[in-house]
């Protein structure tokens, strides 16, 4: 039986940081939670196995459909990176400040797992030396940057699978330097002398270096291989018939002297791949070829292999896109797993559960429509041993907030009912009733600028009796007055609120409004809505508001501005602010 040392802190749920109270959204998607439709559908069953990743006692993991006594179910519950700088996360300079932000967020959601793609493309690793891999210590910067991820993703208590190649690496005309490795890559997939030099070269000497990281769960040798035989990806990147023709027994072989290599190197470590879809391990009914079973990956080995087994992979992990016109036949989320007769741990690799996606997670097969999150919750309930939605960084964020909600809807399914959520509508509500302004500094003209007196007023409030007041002076022309808001990089950002109340003098001065505005870990300005001294209520408040598409991670200012334009007259007077809440 195959073990894997696994802290069993981390099956437990990261609690965050923040707020009290657990939420999905202010106007959540209906999870099929208790109360709310079916949780437990009647999915249609089969006769396989329901293997899930079990922590024993000792902290090793092997697989079971159930916990004993003194185990624990590891289940995957986790997202798609699936990159920071699309092949460029690793080998030109790790950037372990959004790293960071992007585990903060992915713990903060509750999530346990992050899929981090490496090479992608080929077109920053491997190095290559004319048209074999270049020797190891050419390779060590992308392997010392791996394993600094793998150490921080510790601190955060997060596992990851990482996923050595993607079908991009044929994409010699949509994508950026590939037609420059395409000639290496294609040998890769295709001859065996260059694929041995990177097993020598690259391969054996990652893992010799990450096999002992806490926070590594698996490695994945293939992202959806498939797409580089397929008619739409050979149109699109304009490759004729004999151009580069790499077939599914050359995936496969790739696929299995890959995962031997890696078990030769480190026999416990865990090794998967990322199909496009459950169509590669089944047929229409159900049942069929797994083309990735035990006995396929022996014999996609070159027949002089002694030791065969070592191509087996340890768990499957299949993707689910609703674009191949099955009308739900191949959905996870409407069969139980053991309807594949599947002999292995089943985790869902890649998915959307976002309903407005470009491949929408909207479905409505037998009788029952499942939107968004729902698909996540109902992951759980069918059986699989995890999954990790599409995505969390890349497309600038697109998907990020979709990916939080997977996570959380994730946990209610698991019964994890202690997560706490920093994005809770509630906030973190500031009055100042307790005369603290910890963490608020005020300034004149710039965060850099010259410091202003902040304390606490007894004299007015919005509401209770206290509220926090800048005792600003300022010289004729333009003015900035700010104050800032107490945030660290660890902040997960949705929205803030704040109420402001401008002094007559601020008034007569000209200063005319203000706005809140973030700057995130690239130090962008994200400037919210300018609100006019004129939108006071009748007790001389106005309402401010930053909102944001998308959660923010890794902050780098928040702050509230009041301007005055350049004809303003000097002044010496009081802004006032209450009721401030952080989202």
Same mark, same amino acid.
């Given at each position: 039986?195959?073990?894997?040392?696994?802290?069993?802190l981390?099956?437990?749920?990261?609690?965050?940081l923040?707020?009290?109270?657990?939420?999905?959204?202010?106007?959540p998607?209906?999870?099929?939670?208790p109360?709310?439709?079916?949780?437990?559908?009647d999915?249609?069953?089969?006769?396989?196995?329901?293997?899930?990743?079990?922590?024993?006692?000792?902290?090793?993991?092997?697989f079971?459909?159930?916990?004993?006594?003194g185990?624990?179910?590891?289940?995957?519950n986790?997202?798609?990176?699936?990159?920071?700088?699309?092949?460029?996360?690793?080998g030109?300079?790790?950037?372990?400040? #959004?790293?960071?932000?992007?585990?903060?967020?992915v713990?903060?959601?509750?999530?346990?797992?992050?899929?981090?793609?490496?090479?992608?493309?080929g077109?920053t690793?491997?190095?290559?030396?004319?048209?074999?891999v270049?020797a190891a210590?050419?390779?060590e910067?992308?392997i @010392?940057?791996i394993?600094?991820a793998?150490?921080?993703?510790e601190?955060?208590?997060?596992?990851?699978?990482?996923?050595?190649w993607?079908?991009d690496?044929?994409a010699?005309?949509?994508?950026?330097?590939?037609?420059d490795?395409?000639?290496?890559?294609?040998?890769?997939?295709?001859?065996?002398?260059?694929?041995?030099t990177?097993?020598?070269?690259?391969l054996?000497p990652?893992?010799? *270096?990450? #096999?002992?990281k806490? $926070?590594?769960l698996?490695?994945?040798?293939?992202?959806?291989?498939?797409?580089?035989?397929?008619?739409?990806?050979?149109?699109?990147? $304009?490759? /004729?018939?004999?151009?580069?023709?790499?077939t599914?027994?050359?995936?496969?072989?790739?696929?299995?002297?890959?995962?031997?290599a890696?078990?030769?190197?480190a026999s416990?470590?865990?090794?998967?791949?990322?199909?496009?879809?459950l169509?590669?391990?089944v047929?229409?009914?159900g049942?069929?070829?797994?083309?990735?079973?035990?006995?396929?990956?022996?014999?996609?080995?070159?027949? @002089?292999?002694?030791? *065969?087994?070592l191509?087996?992979?340890?768990?499957?992990?299949?993707?689910?896109?609703?674009?191949?016109g099955?009308?739900?036949?191949?959905?996870p989320?409407y069969?139980?797993?053991?309807?594949?007769?599947l002999d292995?741990?089943?985790?869902l690799?890649?998915?959307?559960?976002d309903?407005t996606?470009?491949?929408?997670?909207d479905?409505?097969?037998?009788?029952?429509?499942l939107k &968004?999150?729902?698909?996540c919750?109902?992951?759980? *309930?069918?059986?699989?041993?995890g999954?990790?939605?599409?995505?969390?960084?890349?497309?600038?964020?697109?998907?990020?907030?979709?990916?939080?909600?997977?996570?959380?809807? /994730?946990?209610?399914?698991?019964g994890?009912?202690?997560?706490e959520?920093?994005?809770?509508?509630?906030?973190?509500?500031? &009055?100042?009733?307790?005369?603290?302004?910890?963490?608020?500094k005020?300034?004149?003209?710039?965060?850099?600028?010259?410091i202003?007196?902040?304390?606490?007023?007894?004299?007015?409030?919005?509401?209770?009796?206290?509220?926090?007041?800048?005792? $600003?002076t300022?010289?004729?022309?333009e003015?900035?007055?700010?104050?800032?808001?107490?945030f660290?990089?660890e902040?997960?950002?949705?929205e803030?609120?704040?109420?402001? #109340?401008f002094?007559?003098e601020a008034?007569?001065?000209?200063v005319? &409004?203000?706005?809140?505005?973030?700057?995130?870990?690239?130090w #962008?300005?994200?400037p919210?809505?300018?609100?006019?001294?004129d939108?006071?209520?009748?007790?001389g408040?106005?309402?401010?508001?930053w909102?944001?598409d998308?959660?923010?991670i890794?902050? *780098?200012d928040?702050?509230?501005?009041?301007?005055g334009?350049n004809?303003?007259l000097?002044f010496s007077?009081?802004?006032?602010?209450?009721?401030i809440?952080?989202?």
């Amino acid at each position: 039986m195959k073990k894997f040392k696994l802290s069993l802190l981390a099956a437990a749920t990261t609690l965050v940081l923040g707020c009290d109270a657990g939420y999905y959204n202010e106007t959540p998607t209906p999870e099929k939670g208790p109360g709310e439709n079916n949780p437990n559908p009647d999915l249609e069953l089969g006769t396989g196995k329901a293997l899930n990743f079990i922590i024993g006692a000792d902290g090793a993991i092997h697989f079971a459909e159930a916990p004993n006594d003194g185990e624990e179910r590891f289940y995957i519950n986790g997202t798609n990176v699936a990159w920071l700088n699309f092949a460029n996360d690793f080998g030109k300079g790790f950037d372990y400040t #959004k790293a960071e932000a992007m585990m903060n967020g992915v713990a903060a959601a509750g999530g346990n797992t992050l899929r981090w793609w490496i090479h992608t493309n080929g077109t920053t690793t491997p190095m290559w030396d004319g048209s074999t891999v270049a020797a190891a210590d050419k390779q060590e910067k992308a392997i @010392d940057e791996i394993a600094t991820a793998l150490d921080l993703a510790e601190k955060k208590n997060l596992k990851v699978i990482f996923s050595l190649w993607s079908f991009d690496m044929l994409a010699k005309t949509t994508e950026t330097g590939v037609a420059d490795v395409i000639d290496n890559n294609f040998a890769l997939l295709t001859d065996n002398a260059v694929r041995q030099t990177y097993i020598d070269n690259f391969l054996t000497p990652l893992v010799n *270096k990450i #096999k002992d990281k806490p $926070a590594l769960l698996a490695l994945e040798v293939f992202n959806e291989p498939e797409n580089m035989t397929e008619p739409w990806f050979r149109e699109r990147e $304009a490759l /004729a018939s004999s151009e580069y023709p790499v077939t599914v027994a050359d995936i496969y072989a790739t696929t299995a002297e890959l995962t031997a290599a890696i078990h030769m190197a480190a026999s416990d470590m865990l090794v998967t791949t990322g199909p496009k879809s459950l169509g590669q391990f089944v047929n229409e009914s159900g049942s069929g070829n797994n083309a990735y079973s035990d006995s396929n990956m022996e014999a996609a080995l070159p027949s @002089d292999y002694t030791d *065969k087994a070592l191509a087996h992979l340890d768990f499957y992990a299949p993707h689910y896109y609703d674009d191949m016109g099955k009308e739900g036949a191949w959905s996870p989320f409407y069969h139980d797993v053991s309807y594949w007769e599947l002999d292995k741990p089943v985790v869902l690799g890649e998915f959307y559960a976002d309903a407005t996606a470009d491949k929408p997670a909207d479905y409505d097969y037998f009788d029952d429509p499942l939107k &968004g999150s729902q698909v996540c919750y109902r992951l759980v *309930k069918a059986n699989y041993a995890g999954g990790m939605s599409w995505q969390f960084a890349g497309n600038s964020g697109k998907y990020q907030q979709s990916a939080i909600d997977c996570m959380k809807a /994730a946990n209610e399914a698991l019964g994890n009912s202690d997560v706490e959520d920093p994005t809770d509508p509630e906030g973190e509500g500031i &009055g100042f009733e307790d005369g603290n302004i910890e963490g608020f500094k005020a300034f004149l003209d710039s965060t850099e600028g010259t410091i202003l007196p902040l304390e606490v007023s007894n004299d007015d409030a919005r509401s209770g009796e206290k509220s926090a007041i800048i005792k $600003a002076t300022s010289v004729e022309g333009e003015k900035k007055i700010l104050l800032q808001l107490p945030f660290d990089e660890e902040t997960v950002l949705n929205e803030v609120k704040m109420y402001v #109340k401008f002094s007559p003098e601020a008034k007569a001065a000209g200063v005319t &409004g203000g706005k809140i505005y973030a700057k995130d870990s690239d130090w #962008k300005f994200i400037p919210g809505d300018w609100e006019s001294i004129d939108t006071e209520d009748e007790n001389g408040w106005v309402e401010f508001t930053w909102i944001s598409d998308s959660p923010l991670i890794g902050l *780098k200012d928040l702050a509230f501005e009041a301007y005055g334009a350049n004809n303003g007259l000097s002044f010496s007077g009081n802004i006032l602010f209450d009721d401030i809440i952080i989202k």
